[in-house]
């Protein structure tokens, strides 16, 4: 039988692919699968990461608009996660406000913090 495919393959026009070797098959497919397996948890871990600053971003804006400050703690956990709102920081008699803008922006890109502005921001203050 090998003859018969060697002799096809000499044949111009003709084409059939090499055969693999079969015994690699198992340990490719138990490679994929692990490979998979940890990239689903990566980005399981990455939703979480969102949902989690997702949510501080939330209760940051709620104490905002209910009129409250941010004590020095806060903003420096703020600004540790999201370098780009300093400039979005103020200081008040109280303690500190951030621009409401600014923390919705943030808000929705999941919570990932962007080296520059992202296009839809600005969509995102006209709505």
């Known amino acids: 039988?090998?003859?018969?495919?060697?002799?096809?393959?000499?044949?111009?026009?003709?084409?059939?692919?090499?055969?693999?070797?079969?015994?690699?098959?198992?340990?490719?497919?138990?490679?994929?699968?692990?490979?998979?397996?940890?990239?689903?948890?990566?980005?399981?871990?990455?939703?979480?990461?969102?949902?989690?600053?997702?949510?501080?971003?939330?209760?940051?804006?709620?104490?905002?608009?209910?009129?409250?400050?941010l004590n020095s703690d806060e903003v420096y956990n703020l600004l540790e996660k999201y370098p780009q709102l300093s400039s979005a920081v103020s200081k008040t008699m109280d303690g500190y406000k951030i621009e409401k803008s600014a923390l919705e922006g943030l808000r929705i890109c999941g919570g990932f913090a962007l080296t520059k502005p992202a296009p839809y921001l600005n969509r995102a203050k006209a709505v």
């Open 1 to 69: 039988m090998q003859k018969e495919i060697d002799n096809y393959r000499k044949q111009p026009g003709t084409f059939v692919p090499e055969q693999k070797n079969t015994a690699d098959v198992p340990a490719d497919t138990t490679k994929a699968a692990e490979d998979l397996a940890q990239r689903q948890k990566a980005l399981s871990e990455t939703l979480k990461n969102s949902a989690s600053d997702v949510s501080e971003l939330n209760q940051t804006l709620y104490d905002l608009s209910q009129g409250e400050s």
